[in-house]
């Protein structure tokens, strides 16, 4: 494939996973292995995936805050700590070996699929919470940060299992601040990986671009059909994810 060819089947690959990724999260499922086939070392193309990211994660949280359906204001604590876990993490991912993870994660996404296939009364409608704000944010949300810096798939995943199994939201709004907290991490993540030189900037801002514009449309999409979508596409998302790892 000529250099100009791949260029662009990256970048077609970053929106396509901006859209999917402001739905239902796993969008790096489809960009970290399309960086992989381009001839990138691990390293490098899990940083490039980072910045990319952050062009997606971000545009789908200015979706979902201009159609009222997260504070940002209310919620920069939570991702303040989404952030420095993810930094922590993408710290230890540059010494760590990640077998243990690649292993064990492949079972946790089949179980979130299965939540949120077969759990009644998901909906839109929020129920009760049973953790507290303050709790949700300091028991939870550093250590999926944590995760998504050292590793990253189906962080997307985690975090809307927590919105909605405990802090009692509906699946619209989780996905709304999922997506916020998701974009913290990301520069977490991102600010690690700079500070070691591992990300091609070219192409990293190419397809975050593509990413920006991807989930534009995914968070209009989600918003104007909730759980109707968000549901089908985020159990197929884990579901793909974990047979993608368990196949590798």
């Given amino acids: 494939m000529s250099p100009d060819l791949l260029f662009l089947v990256l970048v077609g690959a970053a929106f396509l996973a901006g859209f999917v990724d402001a739905i239902a999260g796993g969008g790096g499922m489809i960009t970290v292995p399309a960086l992989l086939l381009s001839g990138m070392d691990p390293l490098t193309a899990l940083g490039t995936n980072k910045l990319q990211g952050l062009f997606g994660a971000g545009s789908a949280t200015i979706g979902y805050a201009r159609r009222g359906l997260v504070n940002l204001r209310s919620l920069l604590p939570a991702a303040a700590l989404s952030a420095l876990g993810a930094a922590g993490g ?54 999926i940060g944590a995760y998504d810096g050292l590793f990253g798939p189906g962080t997307g995943s985690f975090f809307m299992l927590a919105f909605v199994g405990l802090a009692g939201y509906g699946v619209l709004k989780a996905t709304a601040h999922t997506k916020l907290l998701n974009f913290a991490s990301n520069l977490g993540a991102f600010a690690v990986f700079a500070g070691v030189g591992t990300i091609d900037w070219r192409t990293g801002l190419a397809m975050g671009v593509a990413q920006f514009a991807g989930a534009q449309v995914g968070a209009w999409q989600a918003s104007r059909l909730g759980a109707r979508l968000i549901r089908p596409l985020l159990v197929s998302v884990c579901i793909a994810l974990a047979v993608k790892l368990l196949t590798a």
């Fill in 90 to 143: 993408a710290g230890l991912a540059t010494v760590l070996p990640l077998e243990f993870l690649e292993r064990l994660l492949p079972f946790l996404l089949i179980a979130i699929a299965l939540y949120f296939a077969f759990k009644p009364g998901l909906s839109d409608v929020d129920r009760d919470r049973r953790l507290s704000p303050a709790l949700f944010a300091l028991l939870l949300v550093p250590v």
